[in-house]
């Protein structure tokens, strides 16, 4: 399994580092100066995507698919990195890819797929959006109320493929990303670092092969155990779940069963969930669109040893 997944993620680099580097929208609904999205940023970047942040200006954690018309701010940013007065979109005055909204998650989404994308990528789209990792899980029927799910539901909705990631919240918090400085051996940032770069990992290999990445309107659920077990991205063994359990249901035929695991039920140790799911209604998918995920995956995914 090892050698077929980084000959995957070899091929991958190669491609991402030419001329034609893949477009990735990041958001979440944490907020723009968490240490979790931060280090996300820099990780993508680092592994040679183009990548625009656009966040909400404060912690929307919870608001699920809500929306609003973003306004100008009446209080500062999270962690006071925008005064009171600022206008409702707003950016980073020495890094503009590094953009906030006033709104809700799906508005920042939204505003990253409609606004930023056309003026940082040519006047593209982007080519997929990656929302989090959010800091804690997002498991089963939580799915249904995370602004972290919303914003990745949003792009799927506008034709963009996208994945929600989450990672434990006994590992992660809610803090500044100065923290990624200011205490680079703390936990937060441990966990920072090691969850960005299984994200990298997934998406490596979710992008490896030419697009369709994912069929249309579907969008994928990835949730992170705690460090605790497994405190580098390379341990992780990712397995394909289903945000709820449900024995009546007939799922794509893996590991020598047709009723794939609840991701509630996997995550912990070093292995990580993957759920597929429908835009639309948050809930999982038929068997047909789990096979074209766990045929794109390939050997990246493996089976779940209770």
């Not at 995550?267 to 995920?293: I, L, P, R, W």
Request: with cysteine; proline share 6%; glycine share 8%.
């Amino acid at each position: 399994m090892y050698s077929l997944r980084w000959q995957s993620l070899f091929s991958v680099i190669i491609l991402v580092s030419g001329s034609f580097a893949t477009n990735i929208l990041l958001t979440n609904d944490d907020g723009w100066a968490v240490a979790m999205i931060r280090a996300q940023n820099d990780a993508l970047k680092e592994a040679g995507y183009n990548v625009v942040l656009s966040c909400p200006a404060e912690n929307k954690s919870g608001t699920g698919s809500s929306t609003t018309t973003p306004t100008t701010l009446t209080e500062p940013c999270e962690y006071d990195t925008c005064p009171t007065g600022s206008p409702a979109e707003g950016y980073n005055a020495t890094d503009p890819t590094l953009n906030y909204v006033n709104g809700y998650p799906v508005d920042s989404a939204r505003y990253g797929i409609q606004t930023l994308a056309p003026k940082f990528f040519n006047g593209s789209q982007p080519d997929f959006v990656v929302s989090g990792p959010n800091v804690g899980n997002n498991l089963g029927s939580t799915v249904q109320i995370s602004g972290t799910v919303g914003a990745a539901c949003e792009a799927a909705l506008e034709g963009i493929p996208s994945i929600s990631f989450s990672g434990s919240g006994s590992s992660l918090s809610q803090i500044s990303y100065t923290t990624l400085t200011s205490s680079p051996s703390s936990t937060d940032t441990l966990a920072a670092q090691v969850y960005s770069a299984a994200t990298v990992d997934l998406v490596n290999a979710l992008l490896a092969s030419p697009a369709p990445y994912l069929p249309t309107g579907i969008v994928l659920n990835v949730n992170y155990p705690s460090l605790s077990d497994c405190s580098s991205a390379s341990d992780y063994e990712f397995v394909l779940t289903r945000i709820l359990s449900d024995s009546s249901a007939t799922d794509v035929q893996t590991c020598g069963t047709t009723h794939l695991p609840a991701e509630s039920d996997v995550v912990g140790g070093c292995y990580a969930s993957v759920s597929v799911y429908n835009a639309s209604t948050k809930a999982d998918v038929d068997a047909a669109t789990q096979e074209f995920v766990l045929n794109r995956l390939g050997n990246f995914l493996t089976c779940y040893d209770s």
